[in-house]
């Protein structure tokens, strides 16, 4: 799987992550902090591999910044993604299973390498639920981000 990785920062699990997805088999575009030819504050980076998503050229998106909660704002600004920031493998579970999210967001200050390994077991494991009830939501945000006031 082809996934785009932002980080503002290369401290905590940012390069251990870049690592893990290789070691995983996937392939990663680098945005951020994790390239020296881009700009690395966390809008900026987020928002790149949130495009790259959106547009095509990745599957998924995984976006990290001191707590991730920055990182997951700026993606979900960007039309077609659902970011989620996960902080262990419960919610990145239920963020794939419930809410078809396409890009995750970490905490670079607080997922530690255990965490890391549990968390992206889960989401890459789970899968989009085929509920009725769970896709009519996911079919909701879209009909929400086309009726957003500009």
């Not at 990663?28 to 987020?46: I, K, N, Q």
């Not at 968390?119 to 996911?138: C, G, K, M, Q």
């Amino acid at each position: 799987m082809r996934i785009s990785v932002a980080a503002d920062e290369r401290v905590g699990v940012a390069q251990e992550l870049v690592e893990e997805l290789a070691r995983r088999g996937h392939e990663t575009v680098l945005h951020g902090a994790l390239v020296d030819a881009e700009r690395d504050d966390w809008a900026w980076a987020s928002e790149a591999a949130a495009r790259d998503v959106a547009a095509g050229r990745a599957e998924q998106g995984i976006v990290c910044c001191w707590t991730g909660t920055g990182a997951s704002i700026a993606a979900n600004k960007v039309a077609g993604i659902r970011a989620a920031l996960c902080g262990d493998a419960a919610t990145a579970k239920g963020a794939r299973q419930w809410n078809d999210a396409n890009v995750l967001a970490l905490s670079l200050r607080s997922t530690s390498s255990a965490e890391l390994q549990e968390i992206l077991d889960a989401w890459f494991t789970a899968e989009p639920s085929v509920e009725v009830d769970d896709r009519a939501n996911i079919a909701h945000l879209s009909k929400i981000e086309r009726t957003r006031e500009h």
